[in-house]
C-alpha cells in the first residue's frame, strides 16, 4: 500500500505539470519568463522527491515534522492547483484569520489538499466552484483532559454531481472508484495520511448536490515555534 500510494502521489504531480504545459500554449512574447513556468519548476520538484522516495523506499519518518501554518500551504499551491482545473472551475480560497498551526511535513500537507481538490475537479461535468476553506476550533475534549482542545480544520467542498450513500460509504477504501480511469487511491491516500497525524477525516455528499470532505487535524501547541 505504501508503494502504491507513492505512486498515486507521483501520478498526481504529473498530472499538475501536464496542466502548466498546456498553458504554455498562451505565452505571449518569446523570450518572457512566465510564472507559470516557474511553477512548473517547483512541480516537477516535488514529483522528483517522490521519485526518489519510490526508488529508495524511505520510510516515513515522524522526526521529519514540522509546525506549519496550513494556511500557507494552501496559498503556496493555489495557482498549481487552478493550473489543473478546468477554465470553466473557480477555485475560492476562505481561510482562516488567524494561523491555522499542525504538526506535519509538508509533503504530507500537500498529499491531502492535491488529492482532495483533484478529487472534486473530476466532480464537476461542467461550470463549477471548488471551496478551500481553513479554520482553528475549540472543543471539549475528554473529561480527563482540562481545557478547551483546538484542532485546525480543512474542508475541500465541490458543486460537482455528489454522490450515492452506497457509494458514499467506501469512498475511502483502498482501490474503490467510479472513474473509468481512476487508481482507487486518491482518498484512501488521504486518510491514511490523515490518521499518520492524528487526524481524522469525514465526507458529506448527496447526489446533484456535491462533496464535501472535512479534514481534522490537531493544531500544534503554543509552546512549538513554527518553521520560518
Known amino acids: 500500500m505504501a508503494a502504491a500510494q507513492v505512486v498515486h502521489d507521483l501520478r498526481n504531480q504529473l498530472t499538475m505539470m501536464l496542466g502548466f ?14 510564472p507559470q513556468i516557474a511553477e512548473l519548476r517547483r512541480t516537477a520538484e516535488r514529483a522528483s522527491t517522490l521519485a ?3 526508488l529508495t523506499a524511505v520510510r516515513h519518518d515522524a522526526s521529519a515534522r514540522r509546525v506549519l501554518n496550513l494556511n500557507d500551504i494552501v496559498m503556496q499551491l ?11 472551475v473557480r477555485m475560492e ?6 494561523a491555522v498551526r499542525v504538526v506535519a511535513e509538508r509533503m504530507e500537507l500537500e498529499r491531502i489538499l492535491v488529492n482532495l481538490v483533484l478529487n472534486a ?22 473529561a480527563d483532559e482540562p481545557g478547551l482542545r483546538p484542532r485546525a480544520r480543512l474542508i475541500v467542498a ?36 490523515v490518521h499518520r497525524l492524528g487526524g481524522e477525516v469525514s465526507l458529506a455528499s448527496e447526489p446533484g448536490r456535491g462533496t464535501r470532505v472535512t479534514v481534522i487535524l490537531p493544531a500544534a501547541p503554543d509552546s512549538l515555534p513554527a518553521e520560518p
Open 78 to 88: 493555489g495557482t498549481t492547483l487552478s493550473s489543473v482545473t478546468d477554465r470553466r
Open 158 to 193: 465541490d458543486t460537482g454531481s455528489g454522490v450515492s450513500s452506497a457509494v458514499r460509504t467506501r469512498m475511502f477504501e483502498p482501490f474503490f472508484t467510479t472513474k473509468a480511469n481512476g487508481t482507487g487511491l486518491g482518498l484512501s491516500c488521504v486518510a491514511t495520511t
Open 121 to 142: 475537479r473530476d466532480a464537476i461535468m461542467r461550470d463549477g466552484v471548488i471551496t478551500i476553506e481553513t479554520q482553528v476550533t475549540r472543543e471539549f475534549p475528554d
Open 52 to 54: 526518489k522516495d519510490l
Open 21 to 34: 504545459v498546456d498553458n504554455l500554449a498562451y505565452l505571449v512574447p518569446r523570450g518572457y519568463v512566465d
Open 93 to 98: 480560497l476562505r481561510l482562516a484569520p488567524e
